[in-house]
């Protein structure tokens, strides 16, 4: 089966491109590894976009904190630069964001950090939450990530997704941070640089990057119109999946970490209905915010998808676990990530809730590939159930997930603990209810309390 049934975006400023080389990466571990692998490889440049950022975040095999590589990067003769986002006065309060203050400019002196720092702010409370990265930008070993993990100590723990990606497509990851560098909001700001100033600006590419693989990789953005002019504002990740999952035939595979918003949801409930396969990731302990919105009548309709979806035997809510310490307990989901029928995949920084449909900037890369599609599945199923798929087909594999998950949460309920493998289905009625699962897989009152994770 190919994947041309399932639509490109229509919107957004960057075609769907052929000749792409894309691997995917899961779990913060390996993402972080093979990306400091990356920039080790790297000859010319190192271009990041940085939402949340906390100084316990260290590259795995010793390479050290994130400044200590791109610090070592500069020492090369490396260009290094990073877009980092800046809280406005209404965002909700994080300690994990590098917002150039004065105690941050202070540990950049101290450090004799070169590399080049540009802030930029989105709208209001909202969030410049794009992950990504492209190395050696313009030249022949141009290469792209694009995902979902932190910089920060906690991302390295979590469940995330992450792809790499080298060809055409990977240029646009650069017109992207080329664009948002030449504009970024504090450029001309007295504390809005480090190591370069306003007139400080890239050149955006004349040309994509030659051919590199067999996948089709598109880059969809979200871009809020109370922070862009007109001609820029785009919605193409929201677009991506509402028209995926109308062309989905069989399944359909989602994580994220929030439970979709009603301009999703609605396209889910359609396709369950019509006999597609649904299994939907989440954590399994949402943040404080989603309790919060749980007991607000007038957030009823963050909920109403999953709760309509509970009603179809084909679609399965479910948390995963992990055991840290040999004993088991919930694990966080944050990966952003869709498969359509083992044929289509998407990959990004697009949560499904209101904060970045309606407001955040957002990066998903969604590819066109069958055999990238299945060898992710394969992969994470394999995480999950601790069974290899691979041999089977995706509706075989989605219902043995449905089929263990379900047994898994029976054995919650009776504490018992010959569990198979990791994942575990979730009640929708009560998810994100305070008198439901604690983080120890324990029943009662404390709901989420005691955890709390940056978007």
Known sequence: MTASYIPHAASGRYPARIGNLVYSLIDGEQIARRIGEAIGEARHSVWLTVAFYSDDFRFPDGL?????????????????????????????????????????????????????????????????????????????????????????????????????????????????????????????????????????????????????????????????????????????????????????????????????????????????????????????????????????PREASRFWGIETLAGHENFTLAGITEQPAGRRRAAYVHAKMMLIDDVWATVGSCNLHPFSLAGHTEMNASIWDPAVARDLRGRLLVRHLGVDTADMDDRAALRLFHDLARANRRRLDRAEGDWRGAAFALSPDIYAMRSGLTVDLTWGAAGGAGRSLAQ
Not at 135 to 152: I, Q
Not at 276 to 290: F, G, N, Q, S, T
């Open 64 to 296: 050290g904190s994130l400044f200590d590589v791109l610090d070592d990067a500069v020492a090369r003769g490396l260009d290094v630069r990073l877009l980092v986002w800046r809280q406005n006065p209404e965002t909700r309060p994080s300690h994990r964001i590098f917002s150039g203050s004065s105690e941050h400019r202070e540990l950049l002196a101290r450090r004799g950090s070169r590399f080049k720092i540009r802030w930029d702010k989105a709208s209001g409370p909202f969030c410049q939450h794009q992950k990504s990265w492209v190395l050696d930008a313009g030249r022949p070993s141009e290469v792209a990530f694009v995902g979902g993990m932190n910089l920060t100590g906690m991302a390295l723990t979590l469940h995330d997704v992450y792809l790499e990606i080298a060809g055409p497509a990977a240029t646009d990851v650069r017109h992207n941070f080329v664009e948002r560098w030449n504009e970024a909001s504090e450029r001309h700001a007295p504390d809005g640089n480090w190591a370069c100033d306003a007139s400080d600006e890239l050149a955006y590419a004349d040309r994509p990057s030659r051919p590199r693989g067999a996948s089709t990789v598109q880059i969809q953005r979200m871009l809020d119109p109370r922070r862009y002019p007109a001609p820029r504002v785009e919605r193409s990740i929201l677009e991506q999946y509402q028209r995926a999952i109308d062309a989905a035939r069989r399944t359909i595979f989602l994580q994220n970490q929030a439970v979709p918003d009603h301009e999703v949801a609605r396209h889910l409930v359609a396709a369950v209905e019509r006999g597609v396969d649904v299994v939907m990731l989440v954590p399994a302990i949402p943040e404080d915010y989603v309790y919060d919105a749980r007991h607000d």
